[in-house]
């Protein structure tokens, strides 16, 4: 019965990439469970493989063995069509790059996943219009991404991230292109989401006031796990920086 | 043990739907933001059919010239090299021309692959940001395919007006008024139509490659694309 909780599940995962004729293998074994509502990030150096997990467990990429379970489901049995609506509704993504579509408003690329789920206009307007207002965007829904700031974009893309109320968010390294203060920002926004809205969080990072919130911190090094901490145990083994 | 006996029991019967109506509006939309690059495209269309509406117009021209058995204008046609063609048939344009417009059309479709995949290029994150979203290869490709086909109807319909009413001006400067009066209207809207026609045709077959390509794209390769 405890499995049910596990929204995700990450069993036995290997990848390798084959860089002409060098095997490289990025993750060596990865074993992970995170339950529903928990707030995780993964933390890495880079080539670690911490973006190569984070692409497997969004459907983005597969394994060369070993199977990903989201809601109990192995993604890599998923067709095109139930992984195109698996990344529709079941998780929201959030990049680094924002990756704010150029050419639409800040409500039409909220509301583009809704489009994608089939909504219908007017609702998945005004959804989009309380998304917007959640992350206190709501009186700037009709500029574009250039007329925004890059703490604006990316709280555009929690926004978007929220459209089909998904089960998990990923977050690649949601702060590293912003600079601190709109970095906490966003780090508030989504501990709020996870607090309120019990969302599962799963961010991938290098800023180290990301664990301060975080439910667990799951340390990768060298492709494989090296430790997963918990929150009470890293407010002691990281006190300082986070007085800083 | 467990889990593995039915994976997908989970997941609903929804699938995920980008409707026309909507495809259309995004379509517009990125064409109106990109304008310029847009422009070049349909530039090259406006300038290939423009040259094939001119030619079809004008071999219409000349048959009516010839029906209208108006002694010095076909005096003058001869002289400028025209052939006669046998009684009651149309003039048709000759086999130069017909090659010159075959090799313009063949330009135009390869500088609108190229622009295409220069566009595709450009939008490799747009692409796969779409891609993490929910959308389906075919929604990339149809969103290409309806970009295409309105450049190249905006592109066609200007290039065949202007082609025909330059054709109509050249040779009303040249012959006056016999050159106008047994041109059939029929015949000359044919010629537009056909020549709309066949630029949402050369559209479409430019964009073909690069949009497949776009489709096709694994949405973790677009991401990586452009950083």
């Known amino acids: 019965m405890k499995s049910l909780n596990n929204i995700v599940r990450v069993d036995k995962v290997l990848k390798d990439f084959t860089m002409g004729k060098t095997i490289v293998s990025v993750l060596k074994g990865i ?65 680094q790059t924002f990756n704010i579509i150029q050419v639409m408003t800040a409500l039409e690329n909220v509301t583009l996943p809704m489009v994608f789920a089939g909504i219908a206009d007017d609702q998945a307007r005004d959804k989009g219009m309380e998304l917007l207002e959640l992350v206190g965007l709501k009186e700037r829904f009709q500029h574009k991404p250039f007329e925004l700031s890059g703490g604006q974009q990316q709280r555009v893309a929690v926004a978007r991230a929220l459209a089909n109320d998904p089960a998990i968010i990923l977050a690649d390294e949601p702060t590293g292109n912003l600079d601190l203060a709109t970095g906490d920002e966003i780090i508030n926004l989504l501990k709020m989401l996870s607090r309120e809205k019990g969302v599962t969080i799963i961010s991938a990072t290098h800023d180290l006031k990301m664990l301060n919130v975080s439910d667990r911190v799951i340390w990768i090094s060298d492709g494989k796990i090296e430790k997963i901490e918990h929150r009470d145990e890293l407010s002691i083994s990281l006190g300082q920086i986070g007085e800083k | 043990m467990q889990k593995n006996t ?39 269309l406006i300038l290939a059919i423009s040259f094939y509406s001119y030619i079809k117009t004008n071999s219409l021209i000349i048959t009516g010239i010839f029906f209208s058995e108006n002694k010095t204008a076909i005096q003058q046609l001869s002289h400028l090299g025209y052939e006669i063609p046998d009684n009651g048939e149309a003039y048709t344009a000759t086999p130069k021309e017909r090659w010159i417009l075959v090799l313009s059309l063949l330009v135009c479709v390869v500088g609108i692959v190229n622009t295409q995949l220069m566009a595709v290029a450009d939008r490799f994150r747009e692409i796969g940001t779409m891609k993490c979203l929910g959308a389906l290869d075919r929604f990339i490709l149809r969103l290409f395919l309806i970009e295409a086909t309105l450049q190249g109807f905006i592109g066609a319909t200007i290039g065949s007006v202007a082609g025909t009413v330059i054709a109509l001006l050249g040779s009303l400067f040249k012959f006056g008024t016999v050159a106008m009066i047994f041109i059939s209207i029929n015949d000359v809207i044919m010629s537009i139509t056909t020549a709309i026609f066949l630029g949402c045709f050369l559209s479409i077959i430019g964009v073909l490659y690069p949009a497949l390509l776009a489709a096709k794209m694994q949405p973790v390769e677009a991401m990586r694309g452009k950083d």
Request: net charge positive.
């Open chain 2, 6 to 44: 039915n994976p997908k029991a989970n997941l609903p019967q929804q699938q995920v739907a980008l409707p026309y109506k909507k495809s259309i509006e995004i379509a517009v939309k990125s064409i109106k933001s990109r304008f310029f690059r847009s422009l070049i495209t349909t530039m090259s």
């Open chain 1, 31 to 95: 074993d992970l469970e995170i339950k529903t509502g928990e707030y995780v990030s993964i933390m890495g150096p880079s080539g670690s493989g911490k973006t190569t997990l984070f692409n497997m467990i969004g459907g983005l990429d597969k394994p060369s063995s070993g199977s990903v379970f989201i809601d109990e489901i192995d993604i890599s049995q998923l067709d095109a069509y139930e992984l195109a609506w698996l990344r529709c509704r079941k998780i929201g993504y959030i990049f």
